[in-house]
């Protein structure tokens, strides 16, 4: 297996099962213009993150991580007419970029962005009565992973949807040894999937033009 076959075969199933999107191609346009690392999700991937909000029903979301918003349309195009994103960005440019991105896909009116740390952000978030959400994506700085959980799970209530991005590390989330911290992080955050009575957790690695990677998925019993 290689990666020119991954590409090929992500491509059939673009071609196929994601129609052609002017809005979509423009942002991700915007963002390698504007410099942003391209860690989006691939358009299988969000095409696969729309459907989940479907598929729950999902009226409220939050999102850790904006980067340039391109998961962020996916979401809020699942969403009814009263739901709402909210989502949270740590870089001022980043932010800038999707807030930009995010008039021009004409969704947002569903989002809610908030810029700054993300561990800033939760509290204020339930303090300011946004929770529970039901749905929450977690694809921001790995090492805050199990903070990022703690709070999810803060913020959520009996059904909610917890998605964890990046979870394969290439393959590294396996190595007990490891000592890089996007890894560490990665592995805490699945040990306490693990370990909480709450939780009820999967994970699924995955190929594609974006490379080897995967998610996690859990449910709030
Ligand atoms: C990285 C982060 C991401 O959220 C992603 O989707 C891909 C890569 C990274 O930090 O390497
Ligand atoms: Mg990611």
């Known amino acids: 297996m290689s990666q020119e ?17 002017p809005i979509l191609e423009k942002v991700l346009e ?26 729950k029903g999902a009226r409220r ?7 340039g918003g391109y998961s962020t349309i996916w979401f809020a195009r699942a969403l009814p007419a009263d739901g709402k994103i909210v989502t949270i960005e740590v870089n001022p440019k980043h932010a800038e970029i999707a807030r930009t991105n995010l008039c021009h896909a004409k969704i947002d009116h569903l989002v809610d962005l908030r810029t700054g ?13 946004l929770s529970p959400f039901d749905l929450i994506f977690i694809d921001a700085d ?60 999967t994970a699924l690695q995955t190929v594609g033009n974006k490379g080897y990677d995967g998610f996690s998925i859990a449910i709030v019993k």
């Open 61 to 67: 979301i939050l999102e850790i991580g904006t980067l």
């Open 142 to 201: 790995k090492p805050s992973n199990p903070d990022y959980l703690r709070w999810a799970m803060k913020l959520a209530q009996t059904g909610t949807v917890i998605i964890g991005d990046n979870v394969v590390r290439n393959g590294a989330v396996a190595d007990p040894e490891s000592t890089d911290a996007n890894v560490k992080g990665i592995q805490q955050f699945i040990e306490m999937q693990a370990s909480s009575p709450r939780l009820s957790a």
């Open 117 to 129: 740390r993300a561990i800033d952000v939760l509290p204020q978030l339930e303090a300011e009565g």
């Open 30 to 55: 915007a963002n390698a213009a504007a410099g942003l690392p391209p860690h989006d999700v691939s358009a299988t991937q969000g095409k696969f993150l729309y459907l989940l909000t479907l598929i």
């Open 5 to 21: 076959q991954w590409s090929n075969v992500d491509k059939y199933f673009v071609d196929k099962l994601v129609p052609s999107d």
